[in-house]
C-alpha cells in the first residue's frame, strides 16, 4: 500500500513516501536539514495539498523564510546571537541581520544521511541520521540527530531523537517551521490555537518575561486581517495538544498536533508572512531566547536523551 519513491531537486534528492491507495504522500530533503517540502492528505476521497513548501532550487537555498526547516538545537531568536550556559559566554552566528539574531538553530541546511526506509500494511517510515561534531564555535557540543518521518492512514507524524554524546551537560531545543496552506491568502481561514497564553516580547522580538491572555482564537476565530509573529506557552501537563486550521469553504481542517508535558513541545509559534498566502505554526520545545531566558530549556546530561513527536492530519 506504500512505496517510496526518489526525485530531483536540483543538486538534492528528494523523497516521496507515497499511499498507493489514498495517494497521500509527505516529500523531503535530506541533504538540506530533513527539510519537508511538500505535504498532501485525503479527506473523504479527495486529496488537500496543505504545505506551502519551496518549489525550486534556488528559494530552497535562499531560505527566506525557513519553510518546512527542522529547528535544531534552538528554534526562534538568541538575542544578538549571545548566551551563557554553565558560566561560559558563547556567540552564535548572526543570519538575520536586520535583528542581529540568531534565528532558527544551525542544522536547516545540513546534509543528514538516510539510514533507511520502511514499507508496513499501514505506513510508510524513513529514518535519517545526523552527527553536529562541535562544527560552530558558538555551540562546541557533540550531538546524536535521528528523525523518523512516517506516512499512516492517520496523517504525517514527526519522531524526533537527540542524545548528548559531549561528556558535559548540554543545552538544546527543538522546533519545527511548516507553512500550512489552503487556497489563497489566509484571511478567510478560520484558526484556533489551544493555549491563551501570548508570549510578550519586545521591538526586536525578543520575550520580556511577561505572559498576557489573548481569548480571540480559543475557538475557531475568522482570521481576516490579524497579524500574527507570536508565540504561546502551552500546558506542560503530559499530552496531546492540537492546533486547527479550517478552510470553511472547502470543508476540512489542518489539525497540528503536539505531544506536551517534561522535555516535550510546550510552545507554538505563529507567524504569517507578507505574502498572506499560508501561516506558519509551528510546535517549540522552548521560548524564543531560551538559551538566555531558560523558558522551556532542554538541558541534557552525556548521554541523555530527548525524545518527542508532533505531526498533521485533517478532517
Known amino acids: 500500500m506504500f512505496k517510496v519513491q526518489k526525485m530531483q531537486i536540483g543538486k538534492f534528492t528528494?523523497?516521496?513516501l507515497i499511499n498507493l491507495?489514498?495517494?497521500e504522500y509527505v516529500t523531503i530533503i535530506p541533504q538540506f536539514?530533513?527539510?519537508?517540502?511538500?505535504l498532501v492528505l485525503n479527506?473523504?476521497?479527495?486529496n488537500f495539498s496543505i504545505i506551502d513548501g519551496d518549489r525550486s532550487l534556488t528559494s530552497l537555498i535562499n531560505n527566506k523564510w525557513f519553510k518546512g526547516a527542522k529547528l535544531i538545537p534552538f528554534p526562534n531568536r538568541i538575542n544578538n546571537g549571545k548566551y551563557f550556559f554553565d558560566k561560559k559566554k558563547y556567540q552564535l552566528p548572526i543570519n538575520f541581520l536586520s535583528q542581529n539574531h540568531a534565528i532558527h538553530g544551525l542544522l536547516y541546511?545540513?546534509?543528514?544521511e538516510l539510514e533507511k526506509t520502511v514499507s508496513k500494511k499501514v505506513s510508510i517510515y524513513a529514518d535519517l541520521k545526523y552527527f553536529y561534531e562541535q562544527e560552530i564555535p558558538g555551540y562546541p557540543f557533540h550531538l546524536q540527530i535521528k528523525i523518523r518521518f512516517f506516512l499512516t492512514n492517520k496523517g504525517f507524524k514527526c519522531k524526533t531523537v537527540i542524545k548528548n554524546l559531549?561528556?558535559?551537560?548540554i543545552p538544546i531545543g527543538d522546533g519545527w517551521h511548516p507553512y500550512f496552506k489552503t487556497s489563497g491568502k489566509v484571511e478567510n481561514l478560520w484558526l484556533k490555537l489551544p493555549t491563551n497564553r501570548k508570549i510578550e516580547v519586545n521591538k526586536r522580538m525578543i520575550p520580556t518575561g511577561k505572559k498576557t491572555l489573548c481569548n480571540k482564537f480559543s475557538a475557531l476565530s475568522k482570521i481576516e486581517k490579524h497579524q500574527f509573529d507570536t508565540g504561546f506557552a502551552l500546558s506542560k501537563k503530559r499530552g496531546i495538544m492540537s492546533t486547527e486550521l479550517q478552510d470553511k469553504e472547502k470543508n476540512y481542517s489542518i489539525i497540528l498536533w503536539q505531544e506536551t508535558g517534561k522535555m516535550k513541545y510546550n510552545y507554538l509559534q505563529v507567524f504569517i508572512p507578507p505574502s498572506r498566502n499560508s501561516i506558519a505554526l509551528e510546535p517549540m520545545t522552548c521560548n524564543t531566547n531560551a538559551f538566555n531566558n531558560k523558558d522551556g530549556l532542554i538541558t541534557l546530561k552525556p548521554n541523555q536523551i530527548f525524545k518527542a513527536c508532533y505531526g498533521v492530519y485533517i478532517k
Open 14 to 16: 528528494k523523497l516521496k
Open 21 to 23: 491507495k489514498t495517494h
Open 33 to 38: 536539514g530533513a527539510n519537508i517540502n511538500e
Open 43 to 46: 479527506k473523504n476521497g479527495r
Open 109 to 112: 541546511n545540513k546534509n543528514f
Open 166 to 169: 559531549s561528556n558535559v551537560m
